[in-house]
């Protein structure tokens, strides 16, 4: 005798929802958490990931596409991805991972105590972060003067993240300019009015900007000036250099939650997380094209270089 379809479902391992699912690096690093908190995929959970193809603006449904599959926990990626699940359920756990802010604006009460159904790992809000990427810059093009901030504007943690790059640059004897974006089109005259006056560019961390790595580490290479980035993952695509937040590291401890929530913990009780582990990625390959000779006590100081 067949089983019925509600036998089936019942027959199936928990599952785990991922909203902007993550690089293949971060993923892998995210499976393995899982593993290392005990747990075999197909018999303890599944895992059904939602991504946005370059186009933030899909988040709302998709968020609501995965809450319909009734999962067992939403493993939630950046400020806007947190936003799109906490608007399509208030009642499934949500873990995050990202956002400028260690506390995203409305869902989560404090860090020790989130309250709620939300909790997770953020990237922080040290303004030493921003300065130590223009400090980098600096060193890689000591006669640079002017640094075009490039990012999109639709999320508020950015605009404030772009403002403490205002109070840091000062300090180095540089001047920011601002070129926002609004959608994906817009890179492409972004960079090339950028391109006529700066010296070199900081890139945003924002959904948006990081859902188009790939093509804005190509439009920043074909400008033939240095970019330096928040995430390893532009680098991987083509871009110059970055320093920041491991990524793999969040979502290999945000799987460790995750495994958590499966086992019955509440989300409530459990404290927001900030990140501890922080990587220098240059690619050499860049450098070369685009005529750079990296100073060698970069290339030194760099946890990886990509040749």
Do not use: C, W
Not at 103 to 123: C, D, E, I, K, N
Not at 125 to 150: F, M, W
Request: aromatic share 6%.
């Amino acid at each position: 005798m067949f089983a019925t379809g509600a036998g089936r479902a019942q027959d199936l391992p928990p599952l785990i929802g991922m909203l902007t699912p993550p690089s293949a690096v971060n993923f892998d690093a995210f499976r393995r958490g899982l593993g290392e908190a005990g747990l075999t995929e197909g018999r303890d959970f599944r895992i059904e990931r939602r991504g946005v193809e370059g186009l933030p603006e899909r988040l709302p449904a998709l968020a609501r596409e995965l809450v319909a599959m009734r999962p067992r926990v939403i493993v939630a990626g950046s400020v806007s991805g947190i936003g799109a699940v906490v608007e399509a359920t208030r009642e499934i756990p949500i873990v995050f991972v990202g956002g400028q802010n260690a506390l995203p604006r409305g869902v989560v009460q404090s860090v020790a105590r989130p309250g709620g159904t939300v909790t997770g790992f953020s990237l922080g809000a040290d303004p030493r972060l921003i300065g130590k990427r223009l400090e980098i810059l600096k060193d890689l093009v000591p006669s640079a003067r002017r640094v075009a901030a490039i990012y999109s504007a639709n999320e508020a943690s950015e605009v404030e993240a772009i403002a403490h790059l205002h109070d840091a640059a000062p300090l180095l004897g540089l001047a920011v300019e601002n070129f926002t974006v609004r959608d994906a089109r817009d890179y492409a005259s972004a960079f090339a009015a950028a391109a006529r006056t700066a010296d070199a560019f900081y890139v945003g961390q924002d959904t948006l900007t990081f859902a188009n790595r790939a093509e804005i580490a190509r439009l920043a290479a074909a400008t033939r000036l240095p970019a330096i980035y928040g995430f390893r993952d532009f680098v991987e695509v083509g871009g110059l250099m970055s320093y920041g937040v491991v990524l793999a590291d969040l979502y290999r401890r945000a799987a460790g939650y995750a495994a958590r929530i499966l086992r019955g913990e509440r989300p409530a009780e459990m404290p927001v997380q900030l990140p501890i582990k922080f990587e220098l990625v240059v690619n050499l390959v860049t450098a070369k094209a685009i005529g750079l000779a990296l100073p060698q006590a970069i290339v030194v100081r760099a946890d990886e270089v990509i040749e």
